[in-house]
């Protein structure tokens, strides 16, 4: 789990920036604002919101968010631990 949590916050700028644009490209008003102090923390408010947008856009609310969150971070997300 360390490992994770390492990997995902060395990661956490770029995934914040998924969440963000995938938010915008689809319901702009929908954008958190920026309330969390850590990078990783902020990340995943940014990936939820993306999620349940999209959620909304395509009738997928019968999914969970996390499923969609590994959809739009390409899986990168589950997979944060440094290989080796």
């Known amino acids: 789990m360390r490992g994770w949590i390492r990997g995902a916050r ?4 770029q995934l914040r920036i998924t ?8 319901d702009q008003d ?3 604002a920026w ?3 850590d990078e990783l923390g902020c990340a ?3 990936l939820g919101a993306a999620a349940m947008v999209l959620g909304r856009r395509y009738g997928l ?3 969970s968010l996390w499923a969609r ?6 899986g990168r ?5 440094p290989a080796g």
């Not at 969440?19 to 689809?26: E, F, L, N, P, Q």
């Not at 969150?69 to 390409?74: E, G, K, P, Q, S």
């Not at 997300?77 to 631990?81: F, G, P, S």
């Open 61 to 63: 609310q019968h999914t």
């Open 44 to 46: 995943l408010e940014h």
């Open 30 to 32: 929908a954008l958190p």
């Open 77 to 81: 997300l589950l997979a944060m631990a």
């Open 35 to 37: 309330g969390r102090p």
């Open 10 to 13: 060395r990661s956490a700028a």
């Open 69 to 74: 969150i590994n959809v739009l971070t390409r």
């Open 19 to 26: 969440g963000i644009r995938t938010v915008v490209a689809y």
